[in-house]
């Protein structure tokens, strides 16, 4: 996956001071050492230091330079499949734990946020738009199930003509507001969990990539007797591992390679707007996020740009020109900003599953993975390594309640899933053009 694209970003221009973490080198040991810095990471970091345990996190790149720092920002209530849908393919009770933990997730982003005096220009509401009139009637249905049967008032449906007069544009039938949602600077947010946990001892080492571990574990026996992980000038020895690599997993544990599909994702920052144009497209300054299957998502920044993500692609490389690749996306949208000039543009790689629900798993007793949250990162991923944390500490029950969701492999597994990925993408992308 191409690791480009970072450096050009809105995000990177305008964080906060970086501190930067040496290579590893030389040999040390842990409780705990948790490969990846972004979310799933540095959260599970935060939270096992916060609870005595000694925590190294190797980074290959840079702190919070993949996903965690380039994303869209919304922070999204509920899974990605409705509850409607998981009632059906897990059972009431099941789905009922998801949407509980889903909202704890939310509550435990703005929580740190508040907790750790996190900077990150956080602001309320999401609105999930319909891109199709057939998606109206099943939004209002969704959002009637949510009221009734789950006692949430945290969200309500918008008809076509009261969205007409939120959003500067008629591209949208209808939609469910969710006020409890936010949407943040989410590489400042990530930024944020680094220091908190630095604070807290952490020791985090950049430029680190892990090449391979070997686990002393064996099923019989009831204690770890350790797990070896090796980077290019270092060793480290802990007696639990974590995986939070995300799209960045490549081939480091075949196991769970196959259980993901990492794609790319595509977002541009338009110039600093004035307040009336800002206030024309989007009223009440909530992020938007559509329905289409490639989505559009949209909000403005603390300085009064607007974000737009849209577009994906499944291959190896970024498209070359990603301004002009994301701009006919945000032109459909508000082609009022055809003279708008565009400041940053980058992409991404996260990482979906089958279902598109995230994917924890335990190895080995000693092994904990947290991945494949298809787009809801930024509360599922913070959370996940916050389950992962209570875990390892002895509570499993949050960790285990993902963990049951049962996940197919993608048709070919690590080796030949690619081609039967890209077709039925671009299937339900020809979808989208369809009325
Ligand atoms: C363009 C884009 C838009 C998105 N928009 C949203 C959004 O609006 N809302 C939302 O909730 N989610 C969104 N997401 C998804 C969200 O960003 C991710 O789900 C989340 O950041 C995942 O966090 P993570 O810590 O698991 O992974 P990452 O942040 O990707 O971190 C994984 C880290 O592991 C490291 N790593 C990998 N292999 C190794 C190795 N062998 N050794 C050492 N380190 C390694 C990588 O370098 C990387 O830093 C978006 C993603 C993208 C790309």
Redesign the pocket.
Known sequence: MPASGFDASYYAASAHSQPRFPPLQGAIQADVCI???????LSAALHLAEKGHQVVV????KV?????????????VGLNLSQSELEQQLGSEHARQLWNLSLEAVQLVKDLIARQHIDCDLKQGILHTAFKPSHVGRMQRETEHLQQAYGYDGVRFVPGDELHSMLGTDRYHGAQLFGEAVHLH?LNYALGLCAAAVQRGVRIFED???LEYSNGYSPGSQTADGIRVQTPQGSVRAGALVL???????K?EPRIAGKIMPIN???VATEPLDAGLAHSLIRDDVAVADSKFVVN?FRLTGDRRLLF?GGENYSSRFPADIPGFVRRHLLQVYPQLANTRIDYAW????AITRNRMPFFRRLDNNLYV??G?S???????TLGGKLISDAISGSPQGFDTFARIPTAGFPGGTLLRWPALVAGMLYYQLRDRLS
């Open positions: 490969i990846g810095a972004g979310y799933t990471g190797l980074e290959a790149a919070a330079q993949g996903a965690s720092g380039r994303n869209g920002g919304q922070v999204c989410p680190s990539r892990v939070a690599c995300n799209g960045y997993l490549g480091l994702n595509f977002i998502y993500g992409g991404g790689t996260l947290a991945q949250y787009g809801h990162g930024i509360a599922l991923a």
